[in-house]
């Protein structure tokens, strides 16, 4: 037994073993999988964060700012305007997750990258760390949010919690408290004073689009803010994720916890990446959808009718209306319908003008949707859809997928992610200040400071 405080700590104690597997990080000795998984979510979630710079909602929150205080030193990826070390990490996630194009990780229903990569970078920058070093902390980032998301779930989403934005924090600590070198005691501080302001609620589901971008800004920012309270002396309860009155405790009612969740892959490895932008729990079926299309050459005016059958957290999405760009992102029929008439998903087919086609209407009232007991067992391990389309001439075709493109196990290619980092720098840049922008960043292991990858794209 160890103590901290005057505090009895169990060796095995949930924070005891996640601290020890973060302080043994190095990116050199990590397998190859994980260095590559970091490299690629690292691309990603900087797109995300051009790509999502100019959405209103960034501009609402850095407004927001603007007229409490006076801009700071740092600079903000996509943004004119610079930022102190908390304001740049708040700015960067809500861009990071405005296009719900970001990743993801299915067995604890969580977005880690927009809470990570924006604290990572911002410290980074702060610090003037190298490349490699962002890249460990990214890892420390992710290997929280998803020991803890995962030990979390379903019960933290079903009681109406926001995971990324509760678990979000955690990852922020980690990530910062990382580059801040802070020793364990410090990062134990960190987390304590991060769960005390974990929070979120998914009210969003009903309305409000702009909530659901702003959470992961709060607790990316509040992670840091921890980190930061941590480097200078403040203490924390030392049981504050697992403790009798700590997270797990408050938001799921769970204390059994030890041995859970962090003796595992590292939880990178385990994160998707999306193809389209919407939400993750339809991928699936988009997935089936779009490869019955694609293998058999039929086209959205030839389907006569379309069944889905997949997990409960999927099918709860088929009543989603498409009345605003956020809301169509999550609405099933829409999704369905976009990828049959179009085959494919992009950012513009959420326009107004795009939501408003009735082609689009006439075709999802052809569909039906339902959750199977198969179907449910077989989540949160993949994330199954079993689609049936049957077309106007009578032919009828099925396709059953355990997970979607995207997925460790059917990854993008090297290609493929470099096109998306294009297509969302692109909203920012011209195309060849697009490509540069991504050379650059896909050679962060190199660099010595990784403030010279935040130059402004022209």
């Known amino acids: ?70 801009p700071g030193g740092l600079p903000v990826l996509g943004r004119e305007r610079r930022a102190d070390v908390l304001d740049a990490t708040f700015i960067m996630a809500v861009a990071g997750h405005s296009l719900e194009f970001d990743d993801g990780f299915s067995p604890g229903a969580a977005h880690p990258g927009v809470v990570t990569v924006p604290a990572a970078l911002a410290v980074g920058n702060l610090v003037h760390a190298s490349g ?110 697992e403790g009798p009155k700590g997270f797990f405790a408050a938001f799921v009612d769970r204390t059994d916890v030890t041995g859970t969740a962090i003796d595992q892959t590292w939880g990178i490895t385990q994160c998707y990446i999306k193809p389209w932008p919407c939400c993750g729990n339809l991928l699936s079926s988009i997935d089936a959808t779009l490869r019955l299309r694609r293998e058999h050459g039929f086209s959205g005016e030839d389907v006569a009718t379309l069944e889905v059958d997949t997990y409960r957290a999927a099918a709860d999405r088929a009543a989603t209306p498409w009345t605003t760009a956020a809301s169509a992102q999550l609405s099933f029929p829409y999704l369905l319908a976009t990828a049959l008439l179009f085959g494919t998903i992009r950012l513009d087919h959420f326009s107004g003008a795009a939501r408003a086609n009735t082609d689009v209407e006439a075709m999802a009232q052809r569909f ?47 290609d ?35 403030g010279v990858l935040f130059a402004t794209p022209r």
Request: zero cysteines; a neutral charge; proline letters at 4%.
């Open 1 to 70: 037994m160890e103590r901290l405080m005057g505090a009895p700590l169990s060796d095995d104690g949930f924070t005891t073993r996640l601290l020890d597997k973060l302080h043994h990080i190095r990116l050199a000795d990590l397998d190859q999988r994980t260095q590559q998984a970091a490299r690629h979510h690292l691309l990603d979630t900087v797109a995300l964060i051009y790509g999502g710079s100019r959405e209103e909602t960034t501009g609402i929150a850095e407004a927001t700012l603007a007229a409490a205080r006076p």
């Open 132 to 241: 490699e070093a962002v890249l460990e902390a990214i890892v420390a980032g992710y290997e929280t949010i998803t020991s803890i998301a995962r030990t979390a779930h379903p019960m933290l989403r079903g009681r109406g919690f926001h995971p990324t934005a509760t678990a979000g924090v955690f990852a922020a600590a980690a990530a910062a408290g990382r580059l801040l070198n802070l020793d364990a005691d410090e990062q134990r501080n960190a987390f304590g004073l991060a769960a005390s302001s974990a929070g979120g609620l998914a009210a969003f589901v009903q309305g409000g689009d702009d909530l659901k971008r702003l959470h992961v800004g709060h607790a990316a920012r509040e992670g840091v803010f921890a980190a930061l309270l941590a480097k200078q002396g403040a203490a924390a309860p030392p049981y504050a994720i």
């Open 368 to 414: 039906s949707f339902h959750s199977s007991d198969a179907m449910n067992a077989r989540y949160p391990a993949g994330r199954p859809s079993r689609v049936k389309i049957t077309l106007k001439d009578g032919r009828s075709f099925e396709r059953d997928v355990n997970d979607a493109l995207g997925s460790p196990s059917l990854p993008l290619s090297e």
């Open 416 to 450: 493929a992610l470099a096109q998306k980092f294009v297509n969302l720098a692109v909203m920012v840049t011209n195309e060849t200040s697009a490509r540069a922008l991504h050379a650059a960043w896909a050679g962060i292991a190199e660099v010595a400071d990784i």
